[in-house]
């Protein structure tokens, strides 16, 4: 995992990681819970992803380090239905 973000009302939570991010509902007790949400398969988009956030409820930001070939990048990603 290299990052997660929580969905503004609460309901959906994204993780990060390499190859993909998951998706994770909070269950009780502090627990997360399978979404039903299919992952995003976001292997090969970015040289060195680190970061994710919520654009909107179904759009995520992604961000990634600068490598030695040049810039950081930031890319959207739309959840899959």
Not at 19 to 31: E, I, K
Not at 42 to 63: C, H, N, P
Request: contains cysteine; aromatic residues 4%; negative net charge.
């Amino acid at each position: 995992m290299t990052s997660a973000a929580i969905r503004p009302d609460g309901r959906l939570v994204a993780i990060r990681t390499y190859n993909g991010d998951l998706h994770v509902r909070p269950g009780g007790r502090g627990r997360l819970t399978p979404s039903g949400w299919p992952a995003c398969n976001i292997t090969g988009l970015e040289v060195q992803g680190e970061a994710i956030d919520f654009l909107d409820d179904s759009t995520f930001v992604l961000t990634s380090e600068a490598d030695l070939r040049g810039r950081g990048s930031i890319h959207t990603v739309k959840m899959p239905e």
